[in-house]
């Protein structure tokens, strides 16, 4: 019987006492891809940053495969938003994904031959094999993004965060996340990220997270991805994505509504 990937119970996370999470709790099952949803300033960043440790909570619990951050680790692989990365730094498209190994192998010890090898497998699956020797900065933005795809595969994580990933990217970048995506699922992995493209979640998502400061719902895509659950989440908003939603449902599945 498969168990969470990701679980929290009662949450809460304050800035500067002002409260941004509040009395959070779901899990997401294991093997799903998962999309977290909802409008500017719900929380998306903040839910992410307490899970991987870089925030301290006010209260509430977190665990990762029924374990706490410190015991599972090295089984998650963390790609943050392109805006968060200085592009600028002086390192090669195949050093960046190289620093991948090191969550297993440590800061201070030098990759071997195999891990080289594995780095160039990497930038293969994502369709970078001829951009290793290149600087980050010379990327585009869906090629950048594809890069720490690359890096994060080299962890061989159980369990990958992914916040935005296809904010910002050309279509042939996106279509080549998903498909990677989609076959990390298939493989047994567990992957939450924050999406913000709401037309693309029922074609893309198994799971989906709705979030407003405080838990909207969580649960399948076709139980919980509604019109309805939407307007709660993001309030007056969703009056500009009910045609969307709309039509975006009618095509996933030929019947008009």
């Known amino acids: 019987m498969k168990e969470n990937a990701f ?5 809460c996370v304050n800035y500067e006492k002002t409260p941004v999470l509040w009395d959070i709790s779901f899990s997401i099952p294991e ?3 998962v999309a977290l949803i909802g409008p500017n300033g719900a929380g998306k960043s903040t839910l992410f940053k307490a899970a991987l440790g870089f925030l301290k909570p ?7 495969f029924g374990e706490p ?16 990365v200085d592009w600028n730094f002086p390192i090669t498209v195949f050093d960046l ?17 195999a891990e080289k090898a594995k780095a160039q497998e990497k930038l293969a699956l994502v369709g970078l094999e001829s951009y ?25 994580a159980e369990l990958y965060f992914m916040d935005e990933p296809f904010t910002g990217i050309d279509i042939p970048s996106t279509e ?16 939450f990220l924050v999406h913000h493209d709401l037309n693309s979640v029922q074609a893309v998502f198994d799971w989906v997270v709705l979030l407003n400061l405080r838990l909207v719902d969580c649960g399948e895509v076709g139980k919980i991805f509604t019109p309805e659950k939407v307007r709660q989440t993001y309030g007056c908003e969703t009056l500009l994505f009910d045609e969307a939603l709309k039509l975006s449902y009618e095509k996933m599945t030929g019947v008009a509504r």
Do not use: T
């Not at 679980?7 to 949450?11: G, P, T």
């Not at 080549?176 to 992957?191: F, M, N, P, T």
């Open 7 to 11: 679980s929290v119970h009662q949450l």
């Open 31 to 33: 093997g799903k891809l």
């Open 58 to 64: 006010l209260s509430g619990k977190i665990s990762f």
């Open 69 to 84: 951050l410190a015991k599972m680790r090295k089984k998650i692989a963390y790609v943050p938003q392109r805006e968060s």
């Open 97 to 113: 994904v190289l620093m991948g190994s090191f969550a297993k192998k440590g800061l201070f010890r030098r990759p071997g031959e």
């Open 132 to 156: 290793g020797d290149r600087q980050i900065s010379q990327l585009s933005g869906g090629q950048q993004q594809r890069a720490f795809l690359a890096r994060a595969l080299m962890q061989e």
């Open 176 to 191: 080549k996340i998903v498909e990677i995506l989609k076959s990390l699922r298939d493989q047994g992995k567990s992957l």
